[in-house]
C-alpha cells in the first residue's frame, strides 16, 4: 500500500482558529518583522482591498515599525530574558497529572525534558508574526476575567474542547479531500492495527491488519521552548493573545528545555528554525506585548481560507517466488 497526502494550509498559524468558511478573519500583523516582501506580499494577496493599496504607503508604515523595532534594541535591550516564570503550584498537580497522562500529551512532548510553568505573557518571544484577534476575543469573553486557577490551567492546557468542523469529500474511488477553515487542520501518522484491535470493526472479510490515518488538529497546548532564559512561544497564540487582550499577565505554559540545536530541531517551528540566532540572542526580538503596540501592529481584515488534507491510497498487489 502506498500512502500519499497533500497538506495545503493558506496561512501559517500554529493555534486553531475557527472562523465560519466564507467570513473575513480579523487579524493582527507585526509590522517591521521580519521581511518588508513578505508583509507586502501577506497585504496584496490575503488582505481584503489589499490589492489596491499603495505598496509604497505600504513600504513607508512597515519601515516605520522596523526603525521602532531599532529603537526597542536600544531602550528594551535583554528585557526578553527577564521574563517571569513560577513553578507548577501544588494544588493544580492532579490537574497536571492528568493532563500528563493523556495520550495527546505524552505524544507532543515525549522527547525532550520539560516542565508546567506560569508564565509572563508579556516577554515571551514569537516568531508568529499574525494573531486572529476575532477568535481570540470570543474565547477570552468565555473566560472571563478573573479564571479561578483551574479554569486559567484548562484553558492554557485543554484536553477537552470543541472542535472546527470538517467537511469530507470523496473525490475518486481512492482518493479524499478532508477541509476546514481551522489552520490547526492536519493530518497525523499512520498507525497499524492488529487483529486484536479490530474487533469492533466491522469488515468485509477476515483481516491480518489495518492501516489507518486521521486526520484532524494538533493537541494545542500553550507550549514554548526554553533556550537559555528565553522562552520563545511555539503553540496557543491565539490563547495567548486572548489571556493578554482579557488583562491577564500569566499563563500555564509547557515549556520544553533546550540545550543545543539538535534539540531545537526537534521542537521548534518553521519560523524559530529559519533563524534561531535573532530570536535566541537578539538583544529585543519580537515579543507578544507588541500585537498590543499601535505603532507596529496592525488590525486588517483577511480574506476566509480553507486547510485542505488530500489522502490517496495506492494499493499494488503481486506474487513474488521467495528465494
Known amino acids: 500500500m502506498t500512502y500519499q497526502y497533500d497538506a495545503k494550509a493558506f496561512q501559517g498559524e500554529q493555534d486553531c482558529g475557527t472562523s465560519d468558511t466564507g467570513a473575513a478573519r480579523s487579524m493582527v500583523w507585526l509590522r517591521g518583522q521580519p521581511h518588508l516582501e513578505d508583509y507586502l506580499s501577506f497585504y496584496r494577496k490575503k488582505v481584503i482591498g489589499g490589492d489596491k493599496a499603495d505598496p509604497r504607503m505600504l513600504a513607508t508604515r512597515w519601515r516605520e515599525a522596523n526603525d521602532l523595532y531599532y529603537q526597542l534594541e536600544q531602550d528594551e535591550a535583554g ?23 493523556h495520550a495527546w500529551f505524552r505524544s507532543s512532548f515525549d522527547i525532550l525534558p520539560y516542565s508546567i510553568e506560569l508564565v509572563e505573557l508579556d516577554k515571551l518571544v514569537v516568531s508568529q508574526i499574525q494573531v486572529e484577534n476575532g477568535f481570540s476575543h470570543a474565547i477570552a469573553k468565555r473566560l472571563g476575567a478573573k479564571p479561578t486557577p483551574a479554569q486559567l490551567f484548562r484553558f492554557c492546557l485543554p484536553i477537552e474542547r470543541d472542535l472546527a468542523p470538517v467537511k469530507i469529500q470523496r473525490l475518486s474511488a481512492n482518493r479524499y479531500q478532508f477541509s476546514s477553515p481551522s489552520s490547526d487542520f492536519r493530518a497525523h501518522d499512520t498507525i497499524l492495527l492488529h487483529d486484536p484491535d479490530l474487533a469492533g470493526v466491522t469488515l468485509p472479510g477476515p483481516a491480518a491488519a489495518m492501516l489507518g490515518i486521521s486526520v484532524g488538529f494538533g493537541s494545542n497546548f500553550l507550549s514554548a521552548v526554553r533556550s537559555e532564559s528565553r522562552v520563545v512561544l511555539q503553540n496557543g497564540y491565539h490563547r495567548a493573545y486572548a489571556l493578554r487582550s482579557a488583562g491577564l499577565t500569566h499563563a500555564w505554559c509547557v515549556v520544553e528545555h533546550v540545550t543545543r540545536k ?50 490517496e491510497i495506492t494499493v499494488r498487489s503481486t506474487t513474488v517466488t521467495p528465494d
Do not use: W
Not at 540572542?281 to 488534507?309: G, H, M, N, S, Y
Open 79 to 101: 528585557i526578553a530574558d527577564s521574563i517571569s516564570c513560577k513553578p507548577l503550584d501544588k494544588r493544580l498537580a492532579g490537574l497536571a497529572a492528568t493532563l500528563e497522562d
Open 262 to 311: 539538535d534539540e531545537l530541531r526537534l521542537s521548534a517551528t518553521e519560523e524559530l528554525l529559519s533563524d534561531p540566532a535573532f530570536y535566541l540572542a537578539a538583544k529585543r526580538p519580537p515579543i507578544l506585548r507588541d500585537f498590543f503596540d499601535p505603532r507596529i501592529a496592525e488590525q486588517v481584515l483577511t480574506k476566509p481560507v480553507e486547510c485542505l488534507v488530500e489522502v
